[in-house]
């Protein structure tokens, strides 16, 4: 079935950087766009960034402009987000979720479970 | 940038009862307009896209409406599993935007 499984969350220090995955499988990856969307501790849902289905083309939330780096491996069907210089605002469970398209409107129709980082000293 | 504004914050009901959710535009987003609904622990779930399609597997309880500016999700008579936070996300235009989300909670 489709799945999306996100790896790589932990405690980090202010200022320090992680990188997160996501692995797909049970679709083919290399066709369809993709997503990071963040939740902060009691609150509501952020989306971070975003990347075609073949890497050429990003968008980023301006909370991660300059910051955040969203990339892919369609070889490895996995997307990736690296986050440096991270702020304590930036502690949330981060999600990768899969972009879909009927007929002409776009929507987030699969979402893996998430991984939590935190930025703390 | 696309403000989204939905309400209310928080909907006190019984199961069996009839919800009506909204979510306001700053500005008019056509039918890009998504309703997710988000347990704590799980990951958002889609319910309806294009404004008034149903996801799919989502009951025909759930129902979504509206163009422009003014969105609307209805579930027409509540389960327990219903009870949860609903989003709308409007995806006509960059940055990607999701409202601030109404708690539906056991009266």
């Known amino acids: 079935q489709v799945q999306l499984v996100e790896s790589g969350g932990g405690v980090v220090q202010p200022g320090g950087s992680l990188r997160l995955s996501c692995a797909a499988s049970?679709?083919?990856?290399?066709?369809?766009?993709m997503h990071w969307v963040r939740q902060a501790p009691g609150k509501g849902l952020e989306w971070v960034a975003f990347?075609?289905?073949?890497?050429?083309?990003?968008y980023y939330a301006d909370s991660v402009q300059g910051r955040f780096t969203i990339s892919r491996d369609n070889s490895k069907s996995t997307l990736y987000l690296q986050m440096n210089s991270l702020r304590p605002e930036d502690t949330a469970v981060y999600y990768c979720?899969?972009?879909?398209?009927?007929?002409?409107?776009?929507?987030?129709?699969?979402w893996g479970k998430g991984t939590a980082v935190t930025v703390s000293s | 940038e696309v403000v989204l504004t939905q309400s209310p914050a928080t909907l006190s009901l019984s199961p069996g009862d009839g919800a009506t959710l909204s979510c306001r535009a700053s500005?008019?987003?056509?039918?890009?307009l998504a309703w997710y609904q988000h347990k704590p622990g799980q990951p958002p779930r889609l319910l309806i896209y294009?404004?008034?399609t149903r996801a799919t597997g989502i009951p025909a309880r759930f129902s979504g409406s509206g163009s422009g500016t003014d969105f609307t999700l209805t579930i027409s008579s509540l389960e327990p599993e219903d009870f949860a936070v609903y989003y709308c996300?409007?995806?006509?235009?960059?940055?990607?935007?999701f409202g601030q989300g109404t708690r539906l909670e056991i009266k």
């Open positions: 979720a899969k972009d879909e398209v009927a007929p002409t409107y776009y929507y987030m129709d699969v």
């Open positions: 049970g679709f083919t990856f290399r066709n369809f766009a």
């Open positions: 500005q008019g987003v056509r039918g890009a």
């Open positions: 996300q409007q995806r006509s235009s960059w940055p990607i935007n």
């Open positions: 294009a404004a008034s």
């Open positions: 990347v075609n289905y073949n890497g050429n083309d990003k």
